[in-house]
């Protein structure tokens, strides 16, 4: 039950055993991005109000990571996104959440409470979330420099491991 748990699937559209016939021992997996599958578009909504297009990145090694504050393992997971952000803006890594539908003020709350700074998209009508992901949060599309996505790890994850350090640094 822990990989059902760690990856907050309480209403999506997985069952509890595929769910946890899909996971790893880690709690997350990694699955590559189709190579036919262009990248959809991003929200076009920011919390800040400015939100950027995936050409506007072009360059930059760019994390989504799809969440909602209702969801533990997306809680759990967001310290660690923050300290790569901090950690590797310098070489060109962009951190980005993309909230699952909910108000602009609860969000706010949640990223007060946490000291969390980073970008985060308003997925309003949860079309993002059906565009770029399997629907399990929290789930991160990883994007390469190209713009293209590379792949997508789906569950909770530490960002400042060694194993993450390493698909990272083939971008």
Known sequence: ???????????????PAAAQSKLDER????????RDKAAPPLPPEALDGIAPRLSDLHGQV????????WCEPCRAEMPSLQRLARERAAAGLRVIGVNYQERADSIRNFLDKLAL??????????????????RVFPSTVVVARDG???FTVIGEADWTSQEIARLLGNL
């Open 117 to 134: 700074d980073m970008p985060v998209l308003l997925d309003r009508d949860g079309a993002a979330a059906r565009a770029w992901t399997p």
């Open 148 to 150: 293209r996505p590379a």
């Open 62 to 69: 760019v994390l989504l990571n799809f969440w909602a504050t």
């Open 27 to 34: 709690g997350y997996i990694v699955r590559a991005w189709p």
């Open 1 to 15: 039950m822990r990989a059902l748990a760690s990856v907050g699937v309480s209403w999506f559209a997985l069952t």
